[in-house]
């Protein structure tokens, strides 16, 4: 079935390096990609997304690359804040015949000050 | 605009119960979807109801149903309760019309402990 491995699980930086969490997915009909950060009582909360027809998107501090012909997909977090601790979701959306997103089982990313 | 809301924030019942959540989306958001999110599975889907209509559907038991009604708002049912029940439960509402690659906006979740 339909999958999306993510890695690493933890990831544990100093303030103002970077983090890359990188994700992969096995349904070549995925054609959406969004990350999500969720913390401690709140639900996910999107971040960034990125389509099947384009490669990179930044927004700020963050940035997503696709590599469909992989089905691999990567968060860069740079400048780290300890505000940016909290866990991150990869996800891939198929849309044919309605909504239905998988999750990745999430990185839990702390940034030390 | 007021964002994704869900009720109760957090539930207890024992097992064989049964319980409904609720969830109203974002205001012009016709599609709401309904993860359960725990330590060991991660976040799962269970369905997406767009127009009252069940659109899509995971992999979970018929214990699990939902419905959505005319104002796009929607509950969720669990039957018969079991200890593995025990979840977040979230919803997530999208302006989807035509399904997939939108996105999607989250509620605080409805913690549900089954004793």
């Known amino acids: 079935g339909e999958n999306v491995e993510q890695h690493p699980s933890t990831l544990s930086v100093q303030e103002g390096d970077s983090a890359v969490i990188k994700c992969t997915y096995s349904?070549?009909?995925?054609?959406?990609f969004p990350w999500y950060k969720q913390e401690l009582g709140k639900g996910p909360q999107l971040i960034i997304d990125?389509?099947?027809?384009?490669g990179e998107k930044k927004d700020q501090r963050i940035a997503v690359t696709l590599n469909k012909t992989a089905k691999h997909f990567s968060l860069h977090i740079t400048e780290t804040q300890p505000e940016d601790s909290a866990v991150y979701f990869c996800?891939?959306?198929?849309?044919?015949?309605?909504?239905?997103?998988?999750f990745g089982a999430g990185t839990r990313l702390f940034v030390k000050a | 605009k007021a964002g994704v809301t869900q009720t109760p924030r957090y539930l207890i019942k024992t097992r064989g119960q049964q319980v409904t959540l609720s969830c109203s989306p974002i205001?012009?958001?016709?599609?709401v979807s309904w993860y359960q999110q725990t330590p060991g599975q991660g976040l799962q889907f269970l369905f997406e109801?767009?127009?009252?209509?069940?659109?899509n559907k995971g992999n979970f038991p018929g214990r699990f149903s939902g419905r959505q009604f005319s104002n796009s708002r929607s509950e969720m049912n669990v039957s018969t309760l079991e200890l593995g029940d025990s979840a977040l439960y979230l919803c997530?509402?999208?302006?989807?019309?035509?399904?997939?690659?939108?996105?999607?906006?989250f509620g605080p979740g409805t913690r549900l402990t089954v004793l």
């Open positions: 997530a509402s999208s302006w989807s019309t035509s399904g997939g690659g939108n996105e999607q906006f």
């Open positions: 349904d070549s009909a995925s054609n959406y």
């Open positions: 990125i389509r099947s027809n384009v």
């Open positions: 996800a891939a959306s198929m849309g044919a015949g309605g909504f239905k997103t998988i």
């Open positions: 205001s012009g958001h016709r599609s």
């Open positions: 109801y767009f127009s009252e209509t069940q659109r």
